[in-house]
């Protein structure tokens, strides 16, 4: 289900539509804090809160970051992605979830919701922009992911967590629901995401037997004939702390602008996305935490790859490429690059996030799933359905009225 939001869904102006099931629980407080103990054991209590403001979500980094190592999180669910969107793209009001143990922050969930009429839409921050999200759990905590999706459960809620990783934390308590028996639980495979290990020379999913790897290695081939026939070469440049980040933007930018003009797809050095990206990747490129990786053809930028960095996995975000120079391969041959850089510098899986497209799955090994889940009192959920299909017809409406006017 996708809730669009526009003036004409926010903060549900006029007569009261709200059924009678749903509004009979509507004096529940949007934000209660709840606790609950351990089963069986001297523990200390589990306790439910939620952020609303930036600056308090701000003065929480420091136990953020310590959460997401303690579960070697993915980069979406980390403060410097989720805040950046936050800050420079999000609309309706943040909800950062959090339980604590003994004052320990043992869990998290990193959402923003909107407003549709008497209810309230949660999703992830950064929904919409191929966020491959999940909840942050410590090891040892599970039970804190039920107090989470307890407190999150306002009847007045319902959350809507597009590209959700299936191999979360977590996940099996939402799914349980234990408390949650009032409402509707939904889960389908929206995605998936291509994953390689690797190590030595990070090329071995080229020595792979079979008509796939077989393939990309003949493509790889043709490229580097046609390249050697021109007297041309293949070069990369790899931009991974702050300045090494400025000296290629321009490179960067130059081939995500001729990629855009050839095929729009989603332009991330434009608006509205260039003040969230450039946040992003000046942030985490001075901590090495991601790297820029630029493929050129005779000193001429033809290819780039944003990524993710941790300790053992290079992640895949962003990559385009000059269509000018599409007979040569440069996406294939960039890829070859990252891969044995990956390699050498010590990481031991590629993730290419987002999309099984026939590119991606050659330098692929395995896959896992992204999940569409929704969950929320009947009620709520019929009254966020039905905003949908209005969205949906007046969107039909203004696309009827542009073609008349044009």
Same mark, same amino acid.
């Not at 090891?139 to 299936?166: I, K, Y």
């Given at each position: $289900?996708?809730?669009?939001?526009?003036?004409?869904? #926010?903060?549900?102006?006029?007569?009261?539509?709200?059924?009678? *099931?749903?509004?009979?629980?509507?004096?529940?407080?949007?934000?209660?804090?709840?606790?609950?103990?351990?089963?069986?054991?001297?523990?200390?209590?589990? &306790?439910?809160?939620?952020?609303?403001?930036?600056? #308090?979500?701000?003065?929480?980094?420091? !136990?953020?970051?310590?959460?997401?190592? @303690?579960?070697? =999180?993915?980069?979406?669910? +980390?403060? *410097?992605?989720?805040? @950046?969107?936050?800050?420079?793209?999000?609309?309706?009001?943040?909800?950062?979830?959090?339980?604590?143990?003994?004052?320990?922050?043992?869990?998290?969930?990193? %959402?923003?919701?909107?407003?549709?009429?008497?209810?309230?839409?949660?999703?992830? %921050?950064?929904?919409?922009?191929?966020?491959?999200?999940?909840?942050?759990?410590?090891?040892?905590?599970?039970?804190?992911?039920?107090?989470?999706?307890?407190?999150? @459960?306002?009847?007045?809620?319902?959350?809507?967590?597009?590209?959700?990783?299936?191999?979360?934390?977590?996940?099996?308590?939402?799914?349980?629901?234990? /408390?949650?028996?009032?409402?509707?639980?939904?889960?389908?495979?929206?995605?998936?995401?291509?994953?390689?290990?690797?190590?030595?020379?990070?090329?071995?999913?080229? +020595?792979?037997?079979?008509?796939?790897?077989?393939?990309?290695? +003949?493509?790889?081939?043709?490229?580097?004939?046609?390249?050697?026939?021109?007297?041309?070469?293949?070069?990369?440049?790899? =931009?991974?702390?702050? !300045?090494?980040?400025?000296?290629?933007?321009?490179? $960067?930018? =130059?081939?995500?602008?001729?990629?855009?003009?050839?095929?729009?797809?989603?332009?991330?050095?434009?608006?509205?996305?260039?003040?969230?990206?450039?946040?992003?990747?000046?942030?985490?490129?001075?901590?090495?935490?991601?790297?820029?990786?630029?493929?050129?053809?005779?000193?001429?930028?033809?290819?780039?790859?944003?990524?993710?960095?941790?300790?053992?996995?290079?992640?895949?975000?962003? /990559?385009?490429?000059?269509?000018?120079?599409?007979?040569?391969?440069?996406?294939?041959?960039?890829?070859?690059?990252?891969?044995?850089? @990956?390699?050498?510098?010590?990481?031991?899986?590629?993730?290419?996030?987002?999309?099984?497209?026939?590119?991606? $799955?050659?330098? &692929?090994?395995?896959?896992?799933?992204?999940?569409?889940?929704?969950?929320?009192?009947?009620?709520?959920?019929?009254?966020?359905?039905?905003?949908?299909?209005? =969205?949906?017809?007046?969107? &039909?409406?203004?696309?009827?009225?542009?073609?008349?006017?044009?």
């Amino acid at each position: $289900m996708t809730v669009e939001h526009d003036e004409s869904t #926010q903060g549900g102006a006029g007569p009261s539509t709200t059924p009678p *099931d749903l509004e009979a629980t509507l004096h529940t407080t949007h934000s209660t804090p709840v606790s609950a103990a351990t089963a069986g054991g001297p523990r200390a209590e589990l &306790a439910y809160s939620e952020i609303s403001d930036a600056a #308090q979500a701000r003065a929480l980094i420091s !136990e953020w970051v310590d959460l997401a190592d @303690s579960c070697a =999180a993915g980069p979406f669910a +980390r403060h *410097d992605y989720a805040l @950046s969107w936050w800050a420079h793209l999000g609309k309706g009001r943040l909800l950062i979830a959090v339980v604590r143990r003994g004052g320990e922050l043992v869990a998290l969930a990193p %959402l923003h919701e909107r407003r549709v009429g008497p209810i309230w839409v949660a999703r992830w %921050l950064g929904h919409g922009l191929g966020t491959v999200a999940e909840i942050l759990l410590r090891p040892d905590h599970e039970d804190a992911a039920t107090t989470l999706w307890v407190g999150l @459960s306002s009847r007045r809620r319902v959350l809507e967590l597009v590209e959700t990783n299936a191999q979360s934390p977590g996940l099996s308590a939402l799914r349980a629901r234990g /408390s949650l028996r009032d409402k509707r639980y939904d889960e389908t495979v929206r995605d998936l995401c291509p994953t390689t290990p690797i190590s030595g020379d990070g090329l071995d999913v080229l +020595r792979r037997s079979g008509s796939t790897p077989r393939r990309l290695r +003949r493509t790889l081939s043709v490229a580097d004939r046609a390249l050697a026939a021109e007297g041309s070469a293949f070069t990369t440049r790899v =931009a991974d702390d702050r !300045e090494s980040f400025e000296r290629l933007l321009p490179d $960067m930018r =130059a081939v995500f602008n001729v990629a855009e003009e050839d095929f729009p797809r989603q332009h991330f050095l434009r608006e509205p996305y260039e003040a969230f990206t450039l946040d992003l990747l000046r942030g985490t490129a001075a901590k090495g935490e991601s790297a820029v990786i630029v493929g050129y053809i005779d000193e001429v930028p033809v290819s780039f790859n944003v990524a993710f960095l941790s300790a053992t996995t290079v992640s895949l975000w962003l /990559s385009r490429f000059d269509p000018e120079a599409a007979t040569l391969s440069p996406g294939h041959l960039l890829t070859r690059a990252v891969f044995s850089w @990956s390699a050498e510098s010590g990481r031991e899986l590629v993730d290419q996030l987002l999309g099984a497209s026939k590119a991606k $799955m050659q330098w &692929a090994t395995d896959t896992y799933e992204t999940l569409e889940i929704t969950c929320g009192h009947p009620a709520a959920l019929r009254i966020a359905s039905g905003a949908v299909r209005a =969205a949906e017809v007046a969107k &039909a409406g203004k696309v009827r009225l542009g073609r008349r006017e044009g």
